[in-house]
């Protein structure tokens, strides 16, 4: 099962969090930093202010719609959370759950080797998976100090066992002494962890003492302050929370807008309301509407889609006492209308027909399920379309808690016909616009929006004015509509069903109701991809950005501006495209350690100590940064006991693990590098690897990393002379740019405001263009998010500048404050560019100074007047 295009930018988002928290000193800045980097303002008109609830942790969430797969991203997740995390710290999750429900069916998904879940988690962990039951922990089974330090732990916990009040928390089995844990007490070194007036072999010392990351699955449930402080009892690196509808003063990370599902075919969407009569015609249309459905399901199947079986949810009335007998009523109201009984199932509290039912399963004939608010969190199934409500016409209709049950798409597949991409309610009400507005919010409690949602019918108001011809006609029995189940079932409708049948000729209500789907759903389809050059971004994030379109006089030539970029030669895909965009990573190929340079030095750096001791300090400084007790005690004792052959090769294996994280490398390759390069050391430096494993990794990895830039370097140039890399006209100018810090005051500029993030020599140069009167129009690139020179690395110029004779000319910058480290690379680069564009583009690298120059640049004097007779 692989990430959806949303969910992959939602998990390069919790990397690039992670990349700001490793980076910045405390919580506060990282936030601050994540943010700007994506041009969001943190604090009034952008993302609120992150939230420290919990001291020194992490905790973070993504705003993803129901149906997004939530879970399966958690499990993404887990492993690039680890990746940002000391090579050392224990691969420990705890996973909470709100209810008894949900955590049956977490611990079911998460241990069943078959499921998408657990395949996740066993293909970024090797298989080395051990997922654990609060009885299993409890019990101590195999679950030991050894088989933490080898696997990766899944604890899966409800709210309930370690939520409450903390003068109570001795009768909670986690809160008490336990003889199975022992081993851990015993080694465990760090007393300051442990939990006061708890005895040191409690679950919750365990836990506490490995810090564990933990998901909080509905988070929106855990707001309390009973809840913060299970969190906090917990002592956590780090807390993700999976909920659609996240808090207000929740640190989101990331926000999808709904519409990012329909595109990945993840929901039934748009939610097409009908307001009938009478419950008589909500009952008979959700009826004769499910088999519209079914029919194009069997239809679709037969031409080689996908086992669709759909699934109608009958709301009974809200308030109802949920007594067996009220809903067998109902049960028995649907089997004189001719459905079989073992079609319908009651799901209640109280009641519960489903059990275990797989309602997936092509043997399982249930259609039709008779609930009030049962199915909540934790009760999923793709077949699930129509949500009949049998709420009288004065009640409120309650349907924000299910609404979202009927909006997941079956195996998120698009469907030919319209019917089997949408989802439907049928209601019988008075104030139809108070039930739209409830409609609504229950789309607001799965993340999704009114725009999500199209009225079918418009509303009849009450009470209702003297009828006119263009009016429609209420009959009678609509004036009052029973209040019991028994009067719901007429003659009208038995004699109906029985004409028509269930899958007979549908009446005219129900394909009018068909008609008005298709259409509404064909209308959502053109309202969602809109106008493809727009360029303005939708939803919640929308909002929080600064638009700033290309300006009128300019917009009609930049548009069809196609910058030349390099390309790599390769071999014809499926639609004939034989070239694919260059990117550094793919001039390693051939790369090798073998026979590399293995000398570096490993003396302890003035920066490297100053981080160091700039971690122990400070509230906000996220726990997981600081040096950990428990691995680095371990790691010397365990390494005391050993020979010195030994203790080499252990230390070497350990470096090996942090450096190849990610299986970038040939295993063999890293192991017989790292060998050499511990081969030449000397005894202190081996002394000193002992507890300063993850320095000596880092070390080496800018070492390969030296070496790896300039194997890509030569191999660039050597590919450029040989054809296999080619410069195509390719980058496209976006329509809107999206900066949070902007100037307009500049003239000539290509979009209503540009970046405002020039330094004053940088203006300078740029006064100097756009003094020019053979200057058209300039742009300031926009790092990592613009244009770029795509070679042996991205470089990205400063500004890029259209003459009014043609001529695109690209300038980099370089004031006095600036070395040349990566100067000379540039400036290659972009002259190579210069010539293999054409004639039309130009590139040029600018010092202040002449001294400070490289051969190929220009001074700024010398620079204005190339740039004048362009």
């Given at each position: ?25 405390d919580?506060?800045a990282?936030?601050k ?5 994506q ?5 009034f ?13 992490p ?9 997004g ?13 680890f ?15 709100p ?15 078959t ?25 101590g ?30 009768v ?28 040191d ?39 993700l ?20 599902l ?7 969407l748009?939610?097409?309301?009908y ?14 509407l ?17 086992y ?9 009335q ?31 509290s109280?009641?519960?027909d ?11 004939p ?6 009030v ?6 009760w ?16 409120t ?7 979202g ?10 469907y ?36 999500d ?22 009959p ?7 209040d019991?189940?028994?009067d ?8 109906s ?13 129900v ?8 259409q ?12 493809a ?6 939803g919640?994030?929308?909002?929080m ?7 009128p006089?300019f917009?009609?030539g ?9 390309f790599?030669k ?26 590399q340079?293995?000398k ?34 371990y790691i ?5 006991t050993?020979?010195?052959?030994q ?30 390069i ?13 507890t ?11 070492k ?28 496209a ?10 100037t ?7 979009y209503?405001?540009?970046r405002?993030d020039?330094n004053?020599?940088?203006?300078n140069t ?21 244009f ?9 110029p ?27 690379t ?9 010539d293999?564009a ?24 010398q620079f ?7």
């Open positions: 099962m692989e990430l959806k295009s949303y969910q992959t930018t939602v998990m390069n988002n919790l990397t690039a969090y992670l990349n700001s928290v490793n980076v910045e000193p919580l506060f990282a936030w930093n994540y943010w700007m980097k041009d969001v303002y943190v604090g008109g952008g993302v609120p202010a992150y939230n420290n609830a919990i001291s020194g942790v905790h973070i969430c993504t705003k993803v719609p129901t149906g797969g939530k879970t399966f991203m958690a499990c993404a997740a887990v492993k690039r959370i990746d940002a995390m000391p090579s050392d710290k224990p691969r420990v999750v705890v996973w909470l759950v209810s008894d429900s949900i955590l049956n069916q977490t611990i079911k998904n998460l241990s069943e080797v499921h998408p879940y657990r395949q996740r988690l066993d293909a970024d962990f090797a298989g080395r998976v051990a997922v654990y039951t609060k009885e299993m922990l409890l019990n089974q195999n679950f030991s100090p050894d088989t933490v330090r080898e696997m990766l732990t899944v604890c899966i916990l409800s709210y309930g066992s370690l939520r409450i009040d903390s003068k109570k928390k001795d909670r089995k986690v809160y008490q002494e336990n003889g199975n844990l022992l081993r851990f007490a015993e080694y465990f070194k760090d007393d300051d962890v442990l939990l006061a007036d708890t005895p072999t409690a679950l919750i010392q365990v836990l506490r003492h490995l810090s564990p990351v933990t998901v909080v699955d509905e988070s929106h449930n855990a707001g309390s302050d009973l809840s913060v402080e299970m969190l906090n009892n917990l002592n956590p690196s780090l807390v929370d999976l909920t659609a509808t996240p808090r207000r003063n929740s640190n989101i990370i990331s926000y999808v807008d709904a519409r990012e329909k595109k990945e075919n993840m929901v039934k748009p939610v097409v309301v307001n009938r009569t009478t419950r008589q015609s909500v009952i008979q249309d959700a009826i004769q499910r088999s519209s459905i079914e029919q194009q399901a069997e239809a679709e199947e037969k031409a080689g889609g996908p669709n079986r759909p699934i109608v949810l009958f709301q009974a809200p308030k109802t006492n949920e007594d067996s007998e009220t809903f067998d009523r109902v049960k028995s109201m649907l089997v004189d209308m001719g459905i079989p009984k073992e079609q319908i199932a009651i799901k209640t109280k009641v519960d489903l059990g275990k039912t797989d309602l997936m399963s092509r043997d399982c249930i259609r039709y399920i008779i609930t608010n049962a199915l909540k969190e934790g999923d199934c793709s077949f699930a379309y129509i949500l009949a409500s049998l709420a009288n016409k004065t009640s209709v309650d349907v924000e808690q299910i609404v049950r009927i909006l997941r798409q079956p195996h998120a597949k698009k030919s016909a319209a019917l089997l991409n949408t989802s439907y309610v049928l209601t019988c009400s008075n104030d139809f616009h108070n039930t739209l507005d409830n409609v609504v919010r229950g789309l607001n409690n799965a993340g999704f929006s009114r725009k949602c199209y009225a079918a019918q418009e509303p009849v108001p009450a009470p209702m004015p003297e009828p006119t011809g263009a009016q429609m006609e209420i009678p029995q609509a004036e009052g509509q029973p019991s189940f028994d719901i079932v007429s003659a009208e409708i038995k004699a069903l029985e004409t028509q049948g269930e899958t007979g000729t549908a009446s005219p209500a394909n009018e109701m068909v008609q008005a789907a298709t509404q759903a064909a209308q959502y389809e053109g309202t969602m991809n809109g106008p050059n727009s360029g303005f971004l939708g919640e994030l929308g909002t950005l600064k638009q700033n379109a290309m300006q006089q917009a009609e930049a548009e069809k501006l196609r910058v030349p970029q390099f790599l390769t071999v014809p895909d499926l639609f004939g495209d034989e070239f694919s965009l260059l990117e550094p990573e793919n001039l390693s190929d051939g790369f090798s350690l073998s026979g340079d293995a570096i030095s490993f003396e302890l750096a003035t920066g490297e100590m100053y981080q160091v001791d700039i971690q122990e300090q400070g509230e906000a400084v996220p726990k997981y940064k600081r040096t950990s007790k428990l691995e680095s005690e010397r004792a365990k390494l005391a050993m020979p010195q052959e203790k080499i090769a252990q230390c070497t294996d350990m470096i090996c693990a942090q450096i190849n994280r990610n299986n970038r490398y040939a295993a063999a390759e890293i192991t017989d590098y790292v060998r050499r511990v081969g030449n050391m000397k005894e202190d430096e081996i002394a000193a690897m002992e300063a494993i993850p320095v000596y990794a880092q070390k080496i990895q800018k390969i990393d030296t070496l790896e830039d300039s194997f890509r370097e030569e191999q660039f140039y050597r590919w450029l002379d040989s054809g296999k890399i080619v410069c195509r006209e390719s980058y100018l976006p329509p809107v740019i999206t900066p949070a810090e902007t307009d005051s500049i003239p000539n500029s290509l209503e405001a540009e405002d020039m004053p020599e940088e203006l740029l006064d100097v263009v756009v003094g020019m009167d053979n200057v058209l129009w300039w742009h300031r690139i926009i790092e990592k998010k613009d770029r020179i795509n070679g042996c690395i991205n470089h990205y400063d500004f890029m500048v259209m003459m009014k004779s043609g001529k695109l000319v690209l300038i980099e910058y370089k004031g006095a404050d600036r070395d040349n480290s990566n100067s000379k540039k400036l290659k680069l972009g002259r190579k560019w210069q293999k054409g004639d039309t583009y130009r590139y040029f690298m600018v010092f202040k100074d002449r001294e400070l120059g490289l051969d190929g640049a220009y001074t700024l004097d204005a007047g190339i740039l004048k007779d362009l």
